[in-house]
């Protein structure tokens, strides 16, 4: 089993890049994001609850975070591995979730991040909101967003880097590239 996280911004390409890796490897793709708005578009406790966090622009507690990763690690028992995107996004989560893959008898195995810059992400995201409406890409909330990454999630990476698990892949160039620079760092 290869467990995997894919780490990057907002509109670092993380979600994009997912769909090639998954593909390829076989992973049961976990995206806090997309179980989040699975979660508010369903009305669910748990959605209504995660709805107002995400209104304000501000991140989901871990506890909430965690139950949700639990639930779906349980509908997957038979995994080749997991691609984590959009998860952690503190230090505290990392080590939360490294727990929480022990108590499975598993582990994060590799943290690959895509390296793109804040301008490129804006662009990125002004193109995605012509076509995505996603209410998390509106100026206020994406400005809380990337704020909140280059403040306190980029704070993650040395937390992986100094046990050896970190890969960084250039996130700006063509799709195709990056995939391959990403299949290299898994790989490796």
Request: hydrophobic share 40%; with cysteine.
């Amino acid at each position: 089993m290869l467990n995997l996280v894919l780490f990057g911004p907002p509109g670092a390409g993380k979600g994009t890049q997912s769909e090639k890796l998954i593909a390829r490897y076989g992973f049961v793709h976990i995206s806090t994001g997309d179980l989040f708005r699975w979660h508010t578009a369903n009305n669910t406790e748990l959605g209504l609850r995660v709805k107002e966090i995400m209104n304000s622009g501000e991140l989901v507690p871990d506890s909430i975070t965690i139950d949700m990763l639990n639930e779906e690690l349980k509908k997957n028992p038979d995994a080749k591995g997991f691609l984590f995107d959009g998860f952690p996004r503190t230090v505290a989560q990392a080590e939360a979730l490294d727990k929480f893959m022990a108590e499975k008898g598993t582990a994060i195995h590799k943290v690959v991040a895509l390296d793109v810059s804040e301008q490129e992400i804006r662009d990125r995201i002004a193109k995605r909101k012509l076509t995505s409406n996603r209410a998390d890409d509106e100026d206020d909330k994406l400005n809380k967003r990337i704020n909140e990454y280059f403040t306190k999630t980029v704070h993650v990476l040395p937390f992986y880097e100094k046990q050896g698990r970190l890969q960084t892949v250039n996130g700006i160039g063509e799709i195709d590239v990056i995939y391959g620079n990403l299949c290299a760092a898994i790989d490796s």
